[in-house]
Antibody, heavy 120, light 107 residues
Framework: QLHLQESGPGLVKPSETLSLTCTVS??????????WAWIRQPPGKGLEWIGT???????YYNPSLKSRVTISVDTSKNQVSLKLSSVTAADTAVYYC????????????WGQGTQVTVSS | DIQMTQSPSSLSASVGDRVTITCRAS??????LAWYQQKPGRAPKVLLY???TLESGVPSRFSGSGSGTDFTLTISSLQPEDFATYYC?????????FGQGTKLELK
């Protein structure tokens, strides 16, 4: 059974770079037709798609965040990473790693999420 | 961006009730819609995709309908474990956007 686990610092200072890792078990992140996404949820608010990376390494980002976001994979560790630069308090959120369905662009498996607070 | 608007924002109901949640897209999205359930402190869980297809393992009391701009999620007979927040998500075009959520509370 697929399991996704996010990890990373829970506190980031304004203007710095947020870095998170998603470790996938129960499946290979490089298997054909696999896609991996990051989604966030500010406190008490709704969900925002950040971006997706494909099994071949192609990336797709939300235009509202594109200039600050990098998603990458480490196939040797079966991990997906997120970097978000120049963070502000508005980036405070729970960050989720998720698998995009192979046929449709919805998210069929999610990690438990990790809280990131931006504060000095 | 395609805006997704859910109504109502909150809803009070009782166990056994039939409830319907609506999701409207700001432009046509064919049937490129998914519904999620989220409980406090937990990740969202997908219920339906392509508007009306039940995800594996999801109880049949959940159903979805709609196409174009208007969609509904129906729970035929509420169970205690169904009290949660529900989100729709369009996957017609990037950026893939979610509704603001509908909180289903126990009356």
């Amino acid at each position: 059974q697929l399991h996704l686990q996010e990890s990373g610092p829970g506190l980031v200072k304004p203007s710095e770079t947020l870095s998170l890792t998603c470790t996938v078990s129960g499946g290979s992140i490089s298997s054909r037709s696999s896609y991996w996404a990051w989604i966030r949820q500010p406190p008490g608010k709704g969900l925002e798609w950040i971006g997706t990376i494909s099994y071949s390494g192609s990336t797709y980002y939300n235009p509202s965040l594109k200039s600050r976001v990098t998603i990458s994979v480490d196939t040797s560790k079966n991990q997906v990473s997120l970097k978000l630069s120049s963070v502000t308090a508005a980036d405070t959120a729970v960050y989720y790693c998720a698998r995009r369905n192979s046929d449709w662009y919805y998210f069929d498996s999610w990690g438990q999420g990790t809280q990131v607070t931006v504060s000095s | 961006d395609i805006q997704m608007t859910q109504s109502p924002s909150s809803l009070s109901a009782s166990v056994g009730d039939r409830v319907t949640i609506t999701c409207r897209a700001s432009q046509g999205i064919t049937n490129s819609l998914a519904w999620y359930q989220q409980k406090p402190g937990r990740a969202p869980k997908v219920l339906l995709y392509v508007a009306s297809t039940l995800e594996s393992g999801v109880p049949s009391r959940f159903s979805g309908s709609g196409s174009g701009t208007d969609f509904t999620l129906t729970i035929s007979s509420l169970q205690p474990e169904d009290f949660a927040t529900y989100y729709c998500q369009q996957f017609f075009s990037s950026p893939y956007t979610f509704g603001q959520g509908t909180k289903l509370e126990l009356k």
